[in-house]
Nanobody, 124 residues
Framework: QLQASGGGLVQAGDSLRLSCAAS????????LAWFRQAPGKERGFVAA????????YYADSVKGRFTISRDNAKNTVYLQMNSLKPEDTAVYYC???????????????????WGKGTQVTVSS
């Protein structure tokens, strides 16, 4: 239902844009989020956007560097990542839920849909 793409190997300070294409019939009714899992760590919240795109929410570690957006005409959510740091290295996952706000997308348990991850590696 969700397919993330756009990962790769970049250097510190570079930018990268992740995409997540969704095959959800009512995509515009879903809030969407990005999570990431670094080696040896638990998966954690990165950013979320409400179904209306009127509200976004970010982890403190990415605030000011990452921007989440959505294109309902393309059934796609994006994560623009600027000023990348080695600590941003992780597998990035997208997620969707119909019954949440951007803020409550931080809770991983019970999420409606998860996509397969895309690897982002930032070298120093």
């Amino acid at each position: 239902q969700l397919q993330a793409s756009g990962g790769g190997l970049v250097q510190a300070g570079d930018s990268l844009r992740l995409s997540c294409a969704a095959s959800l019939r009512t995509f515009n009714r879903y809030s969407l989020a990005w999570f990431r899992q670094a080696p040896g760590k638990e998966r954690g919240f990165v950013a979320a956007i409400s179904w209306s795109a009127g509200s976004t929410y970010y982890a403190d570690s990415v605030k000011g560097r990452f921007t989440i957006s959505r294109d309902n005409a393309k059934n796609t959510v994006y994560l623009q990542m600027n000023s990348l740091k080695p600590e941003d290295t992780a597998v990035y996952y997208c997620a969707a839920d119909r019954a949440r706000t951007a803020q409550t997308m931080i809770q991983q348990k019970g999420m409606d849909y998860w996509g397969k991850g895309t690897q982002v590696t930032v070298s120093s």
